[in-house]
Nanobody, 124 residues
Framework: QVQLVESGGGLVQAGGSLTLSCAASIPTYGSAVMGWFRQAPGKEREFVAA????????YYANSVKGRFTISRDNAKNTVYLQMNTLKPEDTAVYYCAAHFRGGNMYLKTDYDYWGQGTQVTVSS
């Protein structure tokens, strides 16, 4: 069973920055994809960003492209989400997710493992 542990959420003013971390309990490897999703109150959980472990290719939602950066530390089995120029509409619970069998990295249903979530609140 893979465990994902997130950290780094908090309260920040609009225009500020936060970095989220997600540590996996087992070594990640070639076929792994790790992603970030978010869920605001009353809304569906939506894709934010993902990274493919094999070639470090990254994918972003249009709403965060140019502001957020996903990266990974292979030695630490950890993925990061650097969030810059935060907006109030970025307020949500952010979830780390992973799958190791391939699939569509934009679809939450293709992910097998989820973290507990970390709250990000952006004040105006």
């Amino acid at each position: 069973q893979v465990q994902l542990v997130e950290s780094g959420g908090g309260l920040v003013q609009a225009g500020g920055s936060l970095t989220l971390s997600c540590a996996a309990s087992i070594p990640t490897y070639g076929s792994a994809v790790m992603g970030w999703f978010r869920q605001a109150p009353g809304k569906e959980r939506e894709f934010v960003a993902a990274i493919r472990w094999s070639d470090v290719r990254t994918y972003y939602a249009n709403s965060v492209k140019g502001r957020f950066t996903i990266s990974r530390d292979n030695a630490k089995n950890t993925v990061y989400l650097q969030m810059n120029t935060l907006k109030p509409e970025d307020t949500a619970v952010y979830y780390c997710a992973a799958h190791f069998r391939g699939g569509n990295m934009y679809l939450k249903t293709d992910y097998d493992y989820w973290g507990q979530g970390t709250q990000v609140t952006v004040s105006s």
